[in-house]
């Protein structure tokens, strides 16, 4: 197996591990990116995220897709959108090798912080998180605010 930075022409294969999370996540629907949305967004002349790639037999089995924010206490930080290995291919070392490259990549950039969201019903995923020195924190909600009520309230302003 390789561990490689994703490019350009891997976004296809990138979008049908996001839709394979989708639905592992409960949420078979919810995918509306498209692979020219990913290309173009992730390889422009400012991409908006970055990924890795992990590589099997020529076959790509897994992603993590990760971006840089802004904190106001800490400054730059990196944040891990999506970790995801094809179902068939987890317990191979991909998971944990694509998590590795992430880390390195944020300790190489000099971020103070690396941050990413799981699901509080993905147990495996917490205990490695947890085994791997990050913390889980339990006094924060995740905000969202999907299109549908951007429009309305942009509506009522």
């Given at each position: 197996?390789?561990?490689?930075?994703?490019?350009?022409?891997?976004?296809?294969a990138?979008?049908?591990?996001?839709?394979?999370?989708?639905?592992?996540?409960?949420e078979?629907?919810?995918v509306?990116?498209t692979?020219?949305?990913?290309?173009?967004?992730?390889?422009?002349?400012?991409p908006?995220?970055?990924?890795f790639?992990a590589?099997a037999?020529?076959?790509?089995?897994?992603?993590?897709?990760?971006?840089?924010?802004?904190?106001t206490?800490?400054?730059?930080?990196v944040?891990?959108?999506?970790?995801?290995?094809?179902?068939d291919?987890r317990g191979?070392g991909?998971?944990?090798?694509?998590?590795?490259?992430?880390?390195k990549f944020a300790?190489?950039?000099?971020?103070?912080?690396?941050e990413?969201?799981?699901?509080?019903?993905n147990?495996?995923?917490?205990?490695f998180y947890?085994r791997?020195?990050?913390?889980?924190?339990?006094?924060?909600?995740?905000v969202q605010?999907?299109?549908?009520?951007?429009?309305?309230?942009t509506?009522?302003?």
């Amino acid at each position: 197996m390789l561990v490689r930075k994703g490019r350009i022409e891997d976004m296809p294969a990138v979008l049908e591990l996001i839709r394979e999370l989708a639905v592992f996540e409960k949420e078979p629907d919810a995918v509306v990116v498209t692979a020219e949305e990913l290309q173009r967004d992730g390889f422009g002349e400012s991409p908006l995220f970055y990924t890795f790639v992990a590589e099997a037999d020529g076959e790509i089995i897994g992603t993590a897709l990760f971006y840089y924010r802004y904190s106001t206490w800490k400054g730059k930080t990196v944040h891990l959108e999506d970790l995801i290995v094809r179902e068939d291919k987890r317990g191979t070392g991909a998971g944990s090798a694509l998590y590795k490259e992430v880390i390195k990549f944020a300790k190489q950039e000099g971020v103070r912080r690396a941050e990413w969201a799981v699901l509080n019903w993905n147990t495996h995923a917490i205990d490695f998180y947890e085994r791997s020195g990050a913390a889980i924190l339990q006094d924060w909600f995740t905000v969202q605010m999907n299109e549908e009520g951007i429009t309305k309230f942009t509506l009522d302003l």
